[in-house]
């Protein structure tokens, strides 16, 4: 068994940056354990640009924005343990990796969850039909495209408008495919308007709102999609439904926190999220064990992941030096009125720094609402959203000032609320 | 009378933008929300303009595709005459992010340059 101050589980950007975080605080023995034999994690495959306009004040490809922190933690000394794959961890947190060598034991003073997030699968949506080849999610889509220099097919539909789905639309017809239409369920894309005017109108691919596939049609290779609008309540209309004929349907229907791992160390996990429920240290309810990036919630930009796992790596850190107190005082962060979840969902006043930013989404398109914070009954902040849309993350800023001026605050509460 | 629907992209308010010509020919801008929008009018009516993000062919590495990217926007019409640039385009490992793999692609004033560093692979002889 190897003992190590530190172990991070992933390294992409949330890896890397919460192993950049830990340094900064003084912690030195850090070990990242990645699957893959290449540091970045899905950035690598992310070729487009519009990363890195808040971290970095510059738009970088998503290669290069994770650049700047595989150099920052080689500048560091960081060991980084590639094509390793971690198997199990406790929740006295022992590491079960597993590579090439064979298989390792590693016992961490603490441990940061980065391992990232999945893609909705197939399966996870009831298509009915036929299972031929042809369809894939959206990321596999472009990890061939980009990585392996292969196609998918020549002509393909895509079901769901996040972001991913939108970006393949845009590389598939640059590299000569013939995408014939972007499919969503609901009456709004989750996706980016930069995205939709840059990856669809650009090159007039139809985006049917909602509109859902109703039937897949082929036996060994897929031969065509069924699609139909939806009502009200999302089902399909059968009189509206209609055949277009594809060789390839990608899937954009939503991500996952990758918690396999969290639930073997025993993380309490949120039903919302889908990733471990975490207080204001980013600490999950294993003590001694972070999470951050998209296996905490999935964000919608890296310089947030990036933002966020400074901060777990940081406060891993100062779990290992003892900085943390031994007895917590949780007050509960309450989503209402629209607001879906809060992350961190508690706080402890005590142990905050000066400012926490409390990240979260809303339910719903809301346009003319007030973001506001409640701290127990009292309105402690709240300002004007012309628009919050249920694809973008939101947050707000909790002060140390803030919770100075009251005795006892039984809890806070984030709700957007109609303005007047 | 030509008529131009817009969707703003500064914001995900997304404001619909349409820019049509009066009798007089003098052109008018509506529905925009604020200053930036009407900026964003102006120039996607003038001179639209996009990085344009791709990969090439890459020897002697472990992965096969290299991805690189212009090094400014250029003008939306060129989008698909730098794609055929790029199509018979291969490179051979080592790169670092920033090389020129095509100067002055298609006449626009703009490189295509790499944006990933990949070593030369040690064991790119048994690759197929």
């Known amino acids: 068994m190897q ?29 990242i354990f990645e699957r893959d034999s290449t540091p970045g994690g899905i950035l690598n495959q992310c070729i487009h640009n519009g990363f890195g306009l808040h971290a970095f004040k510059e738009e970088l490809t998503g290669p290069e924005y994770a650049e700047r922190f595989i150099q920052q933690t080689k500048d560091l000394g960081i060991r980084i343990r590639l094509n390793t794959m971690v198997l199990s961890i406790s929740p006295q947190r022992e590491i079960t990796a597993v590579n090439e060598q064979g298989v390792l034991h590693v016992q961490a003073k603490a441990i940061v969850l980065a391992m990232g997030c999945r893609e909705r699968p197939r399966g996870a949506l009831n298509i009915p039909g036929s299972r031929p080849a042809g369809i894939y999610t959206a990321g596999t889509a472009q ?46 894309s989750n996706g980016l308007k930069r995205n939709i005017v840059q990856c669809l109108d650009d090159f007039g691919i139809p985006l049917l ?174 300002r004007k959203a012309r628009v919050l849309t249920p694809g973008e993350m939101e947050s707000v800023t909790l002060t140390q000032a803030m919770f100075a001026k009251q005795e006892t605050v039984p809890s806070v509460t984030v709700s957007v609320e109609r303005a007047e | 009378m030509n008529m131009a629907v817009l969707t703003c992209i500064n914001c995900p308010l997304g404001c619909q933008i349409t820019v049509s010509a009066d009798a007089l020919g003098r052109q008018k801008i509506e529905g925009y929300g604020c200053k930036r929008g009407l900026e964003y009018a102006k120039v996607e009516l003038t001179n639209p303009t996009r990085m344009v993000t791709s990969t090439v062919r890459l020897q002697n590495a472990d992965i096969r595709q290299l991805p690189v990217k212009t090094s400014a926007p250029v003008p939306k019409a060129k989008i698909m005459d730098c794609m055929c640039a790029l199509k018979a385009v291969e490179v051979s490992a080592p790169v670092r992010a920033g090389d020129i793999i095509v100067r002055n692609v298609c006449g626009t004033g703009s490189d295509i340059v790499a944006t990933r560093c990949v070593a030369a692979s040690e064991s790119a002889h048994c690759k197929p």
């Open chain 1, 3 to 31: 003992n190590i101050d530190l172990a991070i589980i992933g390294g992409g950007p949330a890896g890397l940056a919460a192993a950049v975080g830990a340094h900064t605080q003084g912690i030195r023995d850090i070990v």
């Open chain 1, 143 to 188: 990890r061939f495209v980009n990585l392996n220099g292969y196609l998918p097919g020549k002509e393909v539909v895509i079901l769901g408008s996040g972001d991913i789905g939108l970006i393949m639309a845009r590389r598939m017809t640059l590299e000569g495919v013939h995408v014939k239409a972007v499919v969503e369920l609901m009456p709004y």
């Open chain 1, 209 to 382: 709102l909602s509109h859902t596939v109703t039937e897949i049609v082929g036996r060994r290779r897929l031969e065509g999609v069924k699609i139909a609008q939806v009502d009200a309540d999302r089902r399909p209309v059968p009189e509206t439904e209609q055949y277009i004929p594809c060789d390839t349907l990608l899937l954009s229907v939503g991500l996952l926190p990758e918690n396999e791992l969290s639930k073997s160390a025993g993380v309490q996990l949120s039903p919302i999220t889908g990733g471990a429920v975490v207080n204001e240290q980013l600490e999950t309810s294993a003590e001694g064990i972070f999470a951050c990036g998209n296996v905490l919630h999935v964000h919608d930009l890296v310089d947030y992941v990036s933002e966020e796992s400074l901060l777990a790596g940081r406060n891993a850190a100062r779990y290992i030096q003892n900085a943390l107190a031994e007895t917590r005082r949780n007050i509960p962060i309450l989503p209402r009125g629209g607001v879906r979840y809060t992350v961190p969902s508690m706080i402890d006043p005590r142990l905050m720094d000066p400012e926490l930013v409390v990240r979260f989404r809303v339910d719903q398109v809301y346009r003319g609402y007030r973001v506001c914070v409640y701290l127990g009954d009292h309105l402690e902040y709240s």
